[in-house]
């Protein structure tokens, strides 16, 4: 049995932990808000821009555009992974490389060589762990508002499926659909089809239309138009999922704080109700000794 | 009316009813009133400019694309949009002149295009910043007698 002055020592301490978490948690409050935000103000134009490149992709036919064309044998893919720089934030890192090293290691049995980019710290445990080889590690930045932020990746990537580095270049991010779900995903980027940008706009910007829409006239020429539009859709998907990871991060790390303020919540009434019992027993049995005392001297 | 939509990757800029708007396509400058030809054209980079209540509003844009749709309905996704009134013109100048250097230093033509893109777009800028502080007024303390 522990003694009164453990107890209360063991209660200081959870009392602090709890003030940690509990600020933690609200931080991540308002930063998810802001990520949430950012996320929804960017979907107008992912919208607008993939309805245009579906038209696009009906006029001009699918096998002139290099960047939408597959290639017939893939040898060489690049694995674009999106993680945090910090940990405690429940499962959200942990789940998402699991998710990775699983897709990694069905590719490396399908004999297709695989490099990994990072974009977040937390993703090196794929090295140390796992022991997959990293090619590029970008700076995770702290909160997301402009592309210019995540066209680096975005220009680089295009630049080396082009120059034929790579023949595949995926991205594997955690989807945000609510505060209580995320999902770890891997989607491909390059080459872009146009079935699956459709698939990956309506995930995160709902049901779209069929893209059937009247013959537009085209300036200078469809193909043009579709070389000016389909590296800014390829930036915005990048871009989208770098805000996604957000919102996943900052919500996973919100409900991972409030579970354990809620957990410390519950260990320090425990303490309390077992330190005040010690208490109780205490102050009975002094009581019985002086009681006993007082008889012994009464004889 | 037009129905008019612009927006950029991080936010929708605008979405208004307008009398009619001057884009800078590839092409040259086209302006776009109700009941217009379907059309998709590619941007420059330039100033586009408003109309509605009588009323002229500027914008710079950089590059992107510009989207014409039946019912009078126009979507603009620009790389970067920018009201006359949000940019600052000393700061636009110093990018211009930054720019104008590194078009100077650049080596191969592909370095070239790129520089010439990114001055394209400064002058455009600095086109519509001044728009707002016209250059034969200067903006000061007004004398008191």
């Known amino acids: ?299 | 009316m037009l129905k008019f939509k612009l927006a950029t990757p991080e936010r929708l800029v605008l979405e208004a009813e307008i009398d009619s708007v001057s884009i800078p396509t590839q092409m040259g400058q086209i302006t776009v009133l109700p009941n217009h030809l379907p059309l998709v054209a590619n941007l420059e980079p330039g100033e586009l400019i408003i109309r509605r209540n009588g009323r002229e509003e500027y914008l710079a844009v950089s590059g992107g694309v510009a989207q014409v749709n039946p019912g009078s309905q126009v979507m603009i996704l620009a790389d970067s949009a920018e009201r006359a009134e949000e940019i600052d013109v000393a700061r636009a100048e110093a990018a211009r002149e930054r720019a104008a250097v590194l078009q100077l230093e650049a080596k191969d033509d592909r370095k070239f295009a790129d520089t010439a893109a990114q001055l394209a777009k400064h002058l455009a800028r600095l086109r519509v910043a001044r728009r707002r502080h016209p250059p034969h007024h200067t903006p000061g303390p007004v004398p008191e007698d």
């Open chain 1, 1 to 299: 049995m522990a003694t009164s002055k453990e107890i209360r020592r063991r209660i200081k301490s959870v009392r602090s932990t709890r003030q940690i978490t509990k600020a933690m948690q609200l931080v991540s409050a308002v930063k998810m808000r802001s990520a949430q935000r950012t996320a929804l103000a960017s979907r107008t134009y992912a919208k607008l821009s993939w309805a245009l490149l579906q038209q696009l992709a009906q006029v001009t036919p699918e096998h002139l555009h290099p960047l939408l064309t597959n290639r017939t044998k893939v040898a060489k893919e690049a694995v674009v992974v999106i993680t945090a720089n910090r940990g405690l934030a429940g499962s959200f890192n942990a789940a998402l490389i699991e998710h990775v090293a699983a897709y990694l290691r069905g590719r490396v049995a399908a004999g297709v060589a695989c490099d990994i980019i990072l974009l977040g710290k937390r993703g090196r445990a794929l090295v140390t762990r796992y022991g997959f080889s990293v090619v590029a590690e970008y700076e995770r930045l702290d909160s997301y508002t402009d592309m210019a932020q995540t066209l680096p990746i975005a220009r680089q990537a295009i630049k080396d499926f082009l120059e034929k580095r790579y023949d595949q270049v995926t991205l594997a991010y955690t989807e945000f659909y609510n505060t209580l779900k995320q999902e770890p995903l891997t989607v491909t980027l390059l080459p872009t089809k146009v079935s699956a940008l459709k698939a990956a706009m309506e995930r995160t910007v709902g049901a779209l239309g069929t893209g059937q829409e009247p013959e537009h006239i085209f300036e200078p020429t469809p193909q043009l138009v579709l070389d000016a539009l389909l590296p800014r859709c390829i930036e915005m998907q990048v871009y989208q999922a770098t805000l996604e990871s957000s919102a996943s991060e900052h919500s996973a790390r919100m409900v991972a704080m409030k579970n354990a303020t809620d957990a410390a919540n519950d260990l320090i009434s425990d303490l309390t109700l077992s330190y005040n019992q010690l208490r109780q027993a205490g102050i009975t049995r002094e009581l019985t000794e002086i009681s006993a005392g007082r008889l012994a001297l009464e004889k």
